[in-house]
């Protein structure tokens, strides 16, 4: 059975920075795609950036350039957030999709808050 689990949640104050971890438990694919995705309360889920087990990432136009998303082990992903500001105050969903099959899992989520 397939686990996706974050940490590293907890309050930041503006301007400053915070690591999460997404760890996957499980697997043994060897070419999947795993995501930060966040949502805001009254607000979509959406995309802050993913990466493929190749190590190509992508980025959602609102963290672009202060995020970075990182995988240095096999089913293990870092979000580095930079610079942060209350709009980033969001859950923070880690995504994991293998290839084949083409399936996905989501973890219970990281609360991020930013404070001024």
């Known amino acids: 059975q397939v686990q996706v689990v974050e940490s590293g949640g907890g309050l930041v104050q503006t301007g400053g920075s915070k690591e999460l971890l997404c760890e996957v438990s499980?697997?043994?694919?060897?070419?999947?795609?795993m995501a930060w995705y966040r949502q805001a309360p009254g607000k979509q889920r959406e995309l802050v950036a993913s990466?493929?087990?190749?190590?190509?990432a992508r980025y959602g136009d609102l963290t672009k350039g202060r995020f970075t998303i990182s995988n240095p082990y096999l089913y293990t992903v870092y979000l580095q957030m930079n610079n942060v500001n209350t709009e980033d105050t969001a859950v923070y969903y880690c995504n994991f999709q293998s290839w084949v099959p083409n399936v996905e899992y989501w973890g219970k989520g990281a609360q991020v808050t930013v404070f001024s």
């Open positions: 990466i493929t087990s190749a190590g190509t």
């Open positions: 499980g697997s043994s694919d060897r070419q999947y795609n």
